[in-house]
């Protein structure tokens, strides 16, 4: 490989010892927008949608991205923009789709707790299709929409009951995890489905898990939806479409997940084996689309060598990037200015009030006060899980494209944070 290059991330590499995305020196955006700092590259993004592109060419498919990896409105253009369609999991989300210039018709809605008024909202619009996960909301949906005088397109999501060997808090297709409806009762609910006036089956879905690094568990998973298939047909229900959901991991510490036009190859091969392949297919990945065509750039503000540890203290925090705290995730850490004299051993940690602050542990880093390093892979749930907690304002984010950047989100401020409280009457 190229050693100017970070593994994982071919977007953004070191010229002349400076960290660069695309056409751009970081170390100028991080001057002109300060720090924290989110910096995405758009080629990365559509070069990562490519993949997957190739995966489904001459096939009916349509890519449905899962905006709550990261729900940046510019982000959202990008991907409209190049056709895809969007899986989203709240109204509030819809919203951010219809502000971007997505289509109403290209969005599938996922999500155990759908509201009455966010169904309501989806069915006015007319949406692509609701991803069912009870016989609950079975029953409510078509309610909301026989009120509507509407027909709602739903597909069920299914749980195969399959272990996608990730981390116990981003698996969602084995038999403990709250989503969608059990293999074994798939059947009599797509018949009780069926039989309600305010719904039209459309399809069959299924997201077993995230940050899945081997096709093994997709394949399994596969061959138990068709097996499904197969049975809600032979009841003379027709599925349309075929949902596969998300997952697919990205490089964050020399993980090697396979590439998505590689693994849609291997589906493939068995779906076609099946006689499956006229289907219609949805995707609707997240992560494998943004994670690695995102950093976020940060300063470090003091160095605290201690005896059994040193602290590297930088201006971002587990609000900025929440995943360390909450998965032990790790991230990359690259400095803005490759050096390693004085190296030494470091915990990098946020300047919030938890001892689970921390962004990276034991990292070798040669770094001062001043210096600008960037958290590699952050393009996927970092913003779109960033909170205010320490009244923190979100940080700011920027987009590149070649030689150009747009700022595309401005750094809160403590005015904006305060906005929507009210303070008591009297004194
Ligand atoms: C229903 C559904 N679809 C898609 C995704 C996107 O997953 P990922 O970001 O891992 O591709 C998720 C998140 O796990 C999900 O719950
Ligand atoms: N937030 C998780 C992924 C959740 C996927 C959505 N079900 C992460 O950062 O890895």
């Known amino acids: 490989m190229n050693p100017t290059l970070l593994p994982g991330h071919p977007h953004f590499h070191y010229r002349e ?41 001459g096939r009916k ?62 069915l006015e619009l007319g949406i692509g299709c609701f991803n069912v996960e009870s016989e609950a909301e079975l029953d409510v949906l078509s309610e909301v929409a026989v009120a509507l005088g509407r027909v709602a397109p739903v597909s069920i999501r299914v749980n195969p009951d399959v272990d996608p060997k990730t981390h116990p808090y981003i698996s969602t297709g084995l038999k403990g995890n709250k989503f969608g409806i059990a293999h074994d009762r798939a059947v009599a609910a797509y018949q009780h489905a069926a039989g309600l006036p305010g719904l039209k089956v459309a399809g069959i879905d299924c997201h077993i898990g995230s940050q899945i690094t081997e096709p093994a568990p997709y394949l399994d998973a596969m061959e138990r939806i068709l097996d499904l298939v197969e049975a809600v047909e032979a009841k003379g229900i027709r599925i349309g479409h075929i949902d596969f959901g998300g997952g697919l991991g990205i490089a964050y510490n ?38 690695n065509a995102g950093i976020c750039v940060t300063e470090v503000l003091y160095l605290k060598p201690g005896e059994d540890k040193n602290f590297c203290i930088v201006d971002a925090a587990m609000n900025d990037l929440p995943r360390p705290a909450m998965y032990q995730a790790f991230h990359a850490i690259a400095p803005l200015r490759a050096g390693s004299e004085g190296a030494r051993r470091y915990d990098v940690v946020g300047p919030v009030c938890e001892s689970g602050d921390w962004i990276a542990r034991e990292r070798e880093l040669a770094v001062h006060a001043g210096d600008l390093l960037a958290v590699m892979s952050a393009g996927a749930y970092c913003m779109s899980m960033a909170s205010n907690y320490n009244t923190r304002g979100r940080a700011a984010e920027v987009l590149v494209d070649g030689t150009q950047s747009w700022l595309i989100r401005e750094r809160e401020t403590p005015a904006e944070l305060m906005r929507s409280e009210r303070l008591l009457p009297g004194s």
């Open 254 to 291: 020399g993980d090697q997940p396979p590439a998505a036009d590689a693994l849609w190859q291997a589906l493939f091969a068995r779906i076609d084996a099946r006689g499956f392949g006229d289907r219609q297919f949805m995707i609707e990945p997240g992560r494998s689309l943004v994670g």
């Open 61 to 122: 498919a349509k890519i449905c991205y899962a905006m709550k990896a990261n729900s940046s409105l510019a982000l959202l253009q990008v991907f409209a923009r190049a056709g895809c369609g969007f899986d989203i999991v709240s109204g509030g989300e819809l919203e951010r789709v219809l502000a971007a210039g997505g289509r109403p018709q290209d969005i599938i809605f996922s999500g155990v707790g759908k509201t009455r008024a966010e169904m309501r909202r989806a």
């Open 17 to 57: 010892g400076e960290l660069f995305v695309e056409e751009l020196r970081l170390t100028d955006l991080a001057r002109q927008h300060g720090t924290p700092l989110f910096v995405y590259s758009k080629a990365a993004m559509l070069a990562a949608l490519a993949a997957y592109q190739r995966g489904f060419a």
